[in-house]
């Protein structure tokens, strides 16, 4: 039930398209959804987060979609470009549980 | 606002050896986790400490441990290295864990030969 279940592994994505990487989860008591961004020898960075009062957020060209029913999360990043090539965790959190990561989606933006 | 600093950011060591990494979390966190994260694998819960204290733990063996010093630092000690204790150890700090912003260091990269 702690899981967070990420899809797919890996996704490779024309430059200017949508990448859309999905997460789905158990624990109805998660109140915290956030996305971290990765790159090769570097640690992960917080990109975009969203709670369960709100379904959708959006900064910059990133998009949170959140469906609190079906208990899914989604990331889009519109006009995708190949500066976007990483690996992409969604995660999972709620009061002073430890944050439930995903195992991962690797991005290539082909030029 | 410094970021989270972890150090050394390289170390390599032999089988057998110990070793520690130290993590110091952006000013007013008070908790600090720590993650391995092996080649192309997702990150590894290992444990997290809050207030000096171990509030969660994942499923490494004893030879992981790790402490939280009165200023929020934190080092983590791994002790008879063994080859597959090569990675990327990451620590991330927060306000105070679960459902707060975390950020990650930068990373210590552990190899064992």
């Known amino acids: 039930q702690q899981q967070v279940k990420q899809s797919p592994q890996s996704l490779i994505v024309q430059k200017g398209g949508i990448s859309i990487i999905n997460c789905a989860y158990e624990n109805t008591a998660f109140d915290y959804f956030p996305w971290y961004q990765q790159f090769p020898g570097k640690g992960p960075a917080l990109l975009i987060a969203?709670?369960?009062?709100?379904s959708e957020k959006k900064e910059g060209r990133f998009t949170i979609s959140f469906n609190k029913s079906a208990k899914q999360f989604s990331l889009h990043i519109m006009d995708s470009q190949p500066g976007d090539s990483a690996t992409y965790f969604c995660?999972?959190?709620?009061?002073?549980?430890?944050?439930?990561f995903g195992t991962g989606t690797r991005l290539l933006v082909s030029p | 606002k410094a970021g989270v600093t972890q150090t050394p950011r390289y170390l390599i060591k032999t089988r057998g050896q110990q070793v520690t990494l130290s993590c110091s979390p952006i000013?007013?966190?008070?908790?600090v986790s720590w993650y391995q994260q092996t080649p192309g694998q997702g990150l590894q819960f290992l444990f997290e400490y809050f207030s000096e204290t171990q509030r969660n733990k994942g499923n490494f063996p004893g030879r992981f441990s790790g402490r939280q010093f009165s200023n929020s630092r934190s080092e983590m000690n791994v002790s008879t290295l063994e080859l597959g204790d090569s990675a990327l150890y990451l620590c991330a700090s927060s306000f105070r864990g679960g459902n707060t912003e975390a950020f990650f260091g930068q990373g210590t990269r552990l190899t064992v030969v």
């Open positions: 995660a999972a959190g709620t009061g002073f549980q430890k944050l439930v």
């Open positions: 000013s007013g966190h008070r908790s």
């Open positions: 969203i709670r369960p009062d709100v």
